[in-house]
């Protein structure tokens, strides 16, 4: 099963100069760990760039074109397809957790999405595939309001391929 793991802008934004433009959600990072823990986490060289390091306890497959590239705690392949095919080598679930372009190439695998819904628009420079609601259904929905904590209010949605 190939889960897509992502926080989303009201307006499709995703990243802002590989940063989260909202910040720091604690609820979304607590809720980004419960779902990937363990499982293989797949993403592009600069999403990796923007964590930094390494995800703990999961195998890490970072996607560069980059010749030679590597990183600790990492494994690295040349595209969407030998990433998804190594993550199932290592387990039945695979987390794909950006960024856009990721996102967008692996969308037809997709079986699940996890979408945290910042209800705010942003500006940036990342963006999520536009959903088409034909192939998407809606399974469950938590909403959360702003508090001292997080800044803006947010939805958990999980989406399941039709």
């Known amino acids: 099963m ?15 100069n590989g940063e989260l433009p909202w910040g720091r959600l604690p609820a979304d990072l607590q809720h980004f760990k419960r779902l990937t ?7 592009g060289r600069r999403t990796f760039d923007s964590l930094g390091k390494a995800l703990p306890k999961r ?7 980059q010749v030679g590239w590597t990183a600790p705690g990492c494994e690295t ?3 969407v ?27 037809p695998a997709a079986d699940v999405i996890h979408l945290t819904e910042v209800h705010h628009s942003f500006e940036g420079d990342a963006f999520f595939p536009t959903l088409s609601p034909t192939e998407w259904r809606e399974e469950t929905r938590e909403r959360h309001e702003a508090d001292e904590q997080h ?6 949605v999980t989406l399941r391929r039709r």
Not at 2 to 16: C, L, Q, T, W
């Open 77 to 79: 392949v040349a595209s």
């Open 151 to 156: 800044a803006y209010a947010f939805s958990f």
């Open 2 to 16: 190939v889960s897509f793991v992502v926080a989303v802008a009201e307006n499709g934004v995703i990243g802002a």
């Open 37 to 43: 823990l363990g499982h293989p986490v797949v993403m």
């Open 81 to 107: 397809l030998a990433a998804l095919d190594r993550a199932r080598e290592l387990d039945e679930e695979v987390c794909v957790i950006g960024g856009g372009e990721i996102y967008k190439e692996a969308l």
């Open 59 to 65: 195998p890490n497959i970072v996607i560069t074109r």
